[in-house]
T-cell receptor, first 113, second 113 residues
Framework: GAGVSQSPRYKVAKRGQDVALRCDPI?????LFWYQQALGQGPEFLTY????????KSGLPSDRFFAERPEGSVSTLKIQRTQQEDSAVYLC???????????FGQGTRLTVV | QQQVKQSPQSLIVQKGGISIINCAYE??????FPWYQQFPGKGPALLIA?????SEKKEGRFTISFNKSAKQFSLHIMDSQPGDSATYFC????????????FGAGTRLFVKA
């Protein structure tokens, strides 16, 4: 596709439910990033992949958050036992290689009720 | 300190006027300072970026002014247009790209026709 694609666009989860958010990066992009954007705030870094390797996960807020990119292309961010404070827009970005411009997807808006 | 402080929180400008958004940072290791534009329901898009070895960068109606000694930088939008109405984020990182980019809290700009 022409850009980074994320699905679903919107997700409503009951507290305690597990969710999985998908990111399709731009074809051929090696680097992939996940960010969390709370309402009215700037995005905050969660994790970084280079191909299938998760090289940094220092921004993941708790062990309930897990990300994978098994074949070095599509990535999934999984949140277990969702809490209300997890409500945010989750943004995925990709770049051709490290240290080049990253392109963001439209995000998935997660609402935990 | 990793924080990037951005002001104002919101800004209303008349069409044709100049919009000015300011940011300050603490970490002297940052060497890449991008500005992102975000429309509702969309991901952030890179607008313009600067490195600390120059004091000003201009691209069309958008100019970044950078003051390394003061650890401050600003975005000037000349001849502001209603289509510029969006949320603007300053950001900083150690390298180009999306790795651990630190975003400001954002400025909501509204340009009155």
């Amino acid at each position: 596709g022409a850009g980074v694609s994320q699905s679903p666009r919107y997700k409503v989860a009951k507290r305690g439910q597990d969710v999985a958010l998908r990111c399709d990066p731009i074809s051929g992009h090696v680097s992939l990033f996940w960010y969390q954007q709370a309402l009215g705030q700037g995005p905050e870094f969660l994790t970084y992949f280079q191909n299938e390797a998760q090289l940094d996960k220092s921004g993941l807020p708790s062990d309930r958050f897990f990300a994978e990119r098994p074949e070095g292309s599509v990535s999934t961010l999984k949140i277990q036992r969702t809490q209300q404070e997890d409500s945010a827009v989750y943004l995925c970005a990709s770049s051709p290689i490290m240290n080049t411009e990253a392109f963001f997807g439209q995000g998935t808006r997660l609402t935990v009720v | 300190q990793q924080q990037v402080k951005q002001s104002p929180q919101s800004l209303i400008v008349q069409k044709g006027g100049i919009s000015i958004i300011n940011c300050a940072y603490e970490n002297t290791a940052f060497d890449y300072f991008p500005w992102y534009q975000q429309f509702p329901g969309k991901g952030p898009a890179l607008l313009i970026a600067i490195r600390p070895d120059v004091s000003e960068k201009k691209e069309g109606r958008f100019t970044i002014s950078f003051n390394k000694s003061a650890k401050q930088f600003s975005l000037h939008i000349m001849d502001s247009q209603p289509g510029d109405s969006a949320t603007y984020f300053c950001a900083a990182s150690v390298n180009t790209g999306g790795f651990k980019t630190i975003f400001g809290a954002g400025t909501r700009l509204f340009v009155k026709a």
